[in-house]
């Protein structure tokens, strides 16, 4: 395997981007605050990083990114984070939650480029990250060594094409793989080059030996309804959402959930319930607390909770252009693509800053 790039390559590759943690206004900035959450955004300068936001909205500080990030991995027990940058990207930043060091920066392999999420091991000592061999069309998930510099240690298959969201599932060894099954290479962009044979999967994986443990597909008629973004209930079941990438005067179900040993299935809402969802879900969070499961539209403006043990749809709420999403007691934690956040309680949260797809938790 080709070496990545070394430290004096990439400050060299990033120029100006030399990352730091960056200050906050100090009317908005309470530092003495526990984050609670991180969210990657752009501000009103079209420049990328990181917000760590309190409990009530507030940030407490904020850390540049090269370009646009996408979603973001905590080792909870070491105080460290990873923000992966958006898809094609080549980026993936660690930064120390308590401030105590500058961020570092790695690359993704030759041949490869981030999907734009990871997850840790539970002793934190391996981070595994969705990756793209983008010659071969291939899914793969990268394993980096925590421990010594996140170097690239090895891959593995994830039996599909374009993963995107990985989870660790509460046995601590399998890995939940969402394979959109859309064909992608850098050299046209973000355009998908397969949707008339795009074939997605949910797929349950081997961390310790990357082999396949089950590998679940949705029927046939349904194979342009890509499964992208999951969470884990409080049962260890694996909620998924969905992105239709078929005709748009189609409604098909957006949501379903999983688990090793069960079959896939998709929920079944009354009437037209899956129309007000622009046949698009851009986020899913699971509150173990309070039993619900809660999923973002940005396109079809709307935040959806469901009750997590029979699938029944308990709410829907009107949010414009709301993807970001992680529990919070009692509740949810929302952001949107217009800057807002939700509920906020305390000093303005968006200070001009537009919120990307997610919002990760960083303490449970």
């Not at 940030?59 to 070491?78: E, Q, S, Y």
């Not at 807002?340 to 800053?353: E, F, M, Q, Y």
Request: aromatic content about 8%; glycine content about 12%; some cysteine.
């Amino acid at each position: 395997m080709a070496p990545l790039l070394d430290r004096r390559d990439l400050l060299a590759a990033t120029g100006a981007w030399l990352l730091a943690w960056i200050g906050t206004p100090r009317a908005l900035a309470r530092p003495e605050q526990q984050a609670a959450f991180a969210a990657a955004y752009k501000d009103s300068d079209g420049r990328f990083g990181v917000a760590l936001l309190a409990d009530d909205g507030t940030i407490c500080a904020r850390v540049a990114l090269p370009d646009r990030g996408h979603d973001i991995a905590c080792d909870r027990a070491a105080r460290r984070a990873v923000a992966f940058a958006r898809r094609p990207g080549y980026f993936a930043v660690i930064f120390d939650l308590n401030r105590r060091a500058e961020p570092v920066t790695i690359q993704a392999a030759p041949g490869r480029h981030f999907f734009g999420h990871g997850v840790f091991s539970p002793d934190g000592r391996l981070l595994y990250a969705t990756e793209n061999d983008f010659e071969a069309a291939r899914g793969l998930i990268g394993v980096y060594d925590a421990t010594d510099g996140f170097r690239r240690v090895g891959e593995f298959d994830t039996h599909g094409m374009d993963p995107h969201e990985l989870l660790l599932m509460p046995d601590g060894r399998t890995l939940a793989v969402a394979n959109g099954g859309i064909e992608t290479h850098p050299d046209f962009g973000r355009a998908k080059l397969n949707l008339a044979t795009m074939r997605p999967s949910l797929v349950f994986l081997d961390r310790i030996h990357g082999t396949l443990v089950e590998k679940h597909r949705l029927a046939a008629d349904l194979h342009q309804l890509s499964i992208r973004h999951m969470a884990i209930d409080g049962a260890g079941r694996c909620w998924f959402g969905c992105q239709y990438e078929g005709a748009t005067g189609d409604a098909p179900p957006l949501v379903g959930l999983a688990r090793p040993g069960d079959a896939i299935r998709l929920l079944d809402l009354p009437g037209k319930a899956w129309a007000g969802f622009g046949n698009y879900v851009g986020s899913v969070a699971c509150n173990r607390v309070t039993d619900r499961v809660a999923v973002t539209s940005p396109r079809g403006n709307l935040l959806a909770t469901f009750d997590a043990a029979s699938g029944r749809l308990v709410g829907r709420k009107r949010l414009n252009e709301v993807c970001g999403l992680a529990a919070q007691a009692g509740g949810f934690f929302a952001t949107t693509g217009t800057g807002d956040i939700r509920p906020a309680r305390g000093a303005p949260g968006h200070v001009n800053l537009v919120w990307d797809n997610h919002v990760l938790r960083l303490d449970g």
